[in-house]
C-alpha cells in the first residue's frame, strides 16, 4: 500500500469550511465529510480525518493522525507533544480576560480572590502565576460569558474576536492573554517517507497563502517616472515594464503585500502612476 499522510480537521465548527477550502485551493480534492468520519483524496496521498476539535490534539499526539488544523489556543492549553509547522491566518481571536462593564479596573490584581469562569483553565492558570494573582479558576465547557450575570464568577476568560459576545452580556475586555489563530500542527517524528509527501503538501500551501497575502497591481506611467515608481513598488524582484500604445508612456506590472499597498498608494499617486489595478493571485510560488 502506498504510502499516504492523515490529516484530522474539525467536521464542523468554525475551522471547518476553512480548512477544507485551504486543501481545495491547494488543488487537493477534499470530500465534504458531512456523513463520514474518515475520507480519502483522490489525487493526492491525503486522508481526512473529520473530527470534533477537542479530540484532536490527542489523535495528533498518538499518531492517529499525521497532521491537523486547529486552532492554537486549543495546543496552547492542552500543552501536547506535537508541533507548529504552519500558521494558516484564519480563524483569528484571542483569549481575554472580561469583568463586568461597571466595574473599575486597574489591572491584574483585579482578580485577586475572585472567581474567573472560562475553558481555558491550564493558560489562564499560567497566566494568573505569571502576575503573582491569586483567583479560583471555575472551568465551564461553554456559554461561559453567562456566568457573571447568573452569580457563577466574578468575570471570565473566553476567546473574542469582534468583542460582541461580551458587549451584549454587559462585559469590558479587560487583558488580552494570548492571540490565536489557525494553524497547520503535526506529529514530531513522521516516517521519512511522509516528510516527503508533508513536503509536498507545505509547497502548496505556501504558494496559496503567499497569494492570499500579495496582490498584483498594474499601472501607467510616463517613462520619465518609472525610476522613481519602481522604487516606490516592494515587488519580488523589479517590476515588469510594458511600452504603451502612446509613445512616451509603459504599464508597470509588479507584485506587493496587500497590508503595503494602502501605504504605498499616495505615493504611487504623487509620483505619476496613473490607472492603478490591483488584482488578486491565484497561486505564487516564491
Ligand atoms: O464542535 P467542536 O467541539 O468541534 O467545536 P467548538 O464549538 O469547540 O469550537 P468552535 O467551532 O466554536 O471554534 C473552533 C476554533 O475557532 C476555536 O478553538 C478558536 O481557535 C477559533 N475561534 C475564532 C473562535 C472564535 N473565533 C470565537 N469567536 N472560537 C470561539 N469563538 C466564540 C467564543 O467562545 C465566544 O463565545 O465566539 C464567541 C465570541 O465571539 P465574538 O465575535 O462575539 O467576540
Ligand atoms: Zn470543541
Given at each position: 500500500m502506498p504510502i499516504r499522510l492523515k490529516i484530522a480537521i474539525q467536521k464542523s465548527g468554525r475551522l471547518s469550511d476553512s480548512s477544507k477550502q485551504l486543501l481545495r485551493e491547494a488543488g487537493?480534492?477534499?470530500?465534504?465529510?458531512?456523513?463520514?468520519?474518515?475520507?480519502?483524496?483522490?489525487?493526492?496521498?491525503?486522508?481526512?480525518?473529520?473530527?470534533?476539535?477537542?479530540?484532536?490534539?490527542?489523535?495528533v499526539e498518538d499518531g492517529t493522525a499525521d497532521l491537523c488544523i486547529l486552532g492554537e489556543n486549543v495546543i496552547f492549553e492542552e500543552d501536547r507533544s506535537v508541533q507548529t509547522i504552519r500558521q494558516l491566518g484564519f480563524s483569528r481571536c484571542r483569549l481575554s480576560l472580561a469583568i463586568p462593564k461597571s466595574e473599575t479596573y486597574h489591572g491584574p490584581s483585579y482578580f485577586q480572590g475572585r472567581k474567573i469562569a472560562t475553558s481555558y483553565p491550564g493558560i489562564l492558570a499560567n497566566y494568573l502565576s505569571k502576575q503573582q494573582v491569586e483567583a479560583e479558576i471555575h472551568e465551564i465547557s461553554g456559554s461561559v460569558e453567562i456566568a457573571p450575570n447568573i452569580g457563577l464568577a466574578d468575570a471570565v476568560c473566553d476567546i473574542v474576536s469582534s468583542g460582541?459576545?461580551?458587549?451584549?452580556?454587559?462585559?469590558?475586555?479587560?487583558?488580552?492573554?494570548?492571540?490565536?489563530?489557525?494553524?497547520?500542527?503535526?506529529?514530531?517524528?513522521?516516517?521519512?517517507?511522509?516528510?516527503a509527501i508533508l513536503d509536498k503538501l507545505l509547497f502548496r500551501l505556501d504558494a496559496v497563502r503567499a497569494a492570499e497575502t500579495n496582490k498584483y497591481i498594474i499601472l501607467n506611467c510616463e517613462n520619465?517616472?518609472?525610476?522613481?515608481?519602481?522604487?516606490?513598488?516592494?515587488?519580488?524582484?523589479?517590476?515588469?515594464?510594458?511600452?504603451?500604445?502612446?509613445?512616451?508612456?509603459?504599464?508597470?506590472?509588479?507584485?506587493?503585500?496587500?497590508?503595503?499597498?494602502?501605504?504605498?498608494?499616495?505615493?504611487?499617486?504623487?509620483?505619476?502612476?496613473?490607472?492603478?489595478?490591483?488584482?488578486?493571485?491565484?497561486?505564487?510560488?516564491?
Open positions: 487537493i480534492k477534499v470530500p465534504n465529510g458531512k456523513n463520514t468520519l474518515l475520507a480519502s483524496a483522490s489525487n493526492f496521498p491525503l486522508d481526512i480525518l473529520y473530527l470534533r476539535d477537542d479530540d484532536i490534539p490527542q489523535y460582541s459576545t461580551l458587549f451584549s452580556n454587559g462585559l469590558k475586555e479587560v487583558e488580552t492573554i494570548l492571540t490565536s489563530q489557525a494553524a497547520l500542527i503535526g506529529q514530531k517524528d513522521l516516517s521519512p517517507e511522509k516528510e520619465e517616472n518609472i525610476e522613481q515608481i519602481s522604487n516606490i513598488l516592494p515587488g519580488i524582484k523589479s517590476p515588469t515594464v510594458v511600452p504603451l500604445a502612446q509613445s512616451g508612456w509603459s504599464a508597470l506590472h509588479s507584485v506587493l503585500p496587500e497590508d503595503d499597498f494602502w501605504e504605498i498608494i499616495d505615493a504611487l499617486q504623487t509620483a505619476g502612476a496613473q490607472g492603478i489595478l490591483v488584482v488578486p493571485i491565484q497561486k505564487m510560488i516564491l
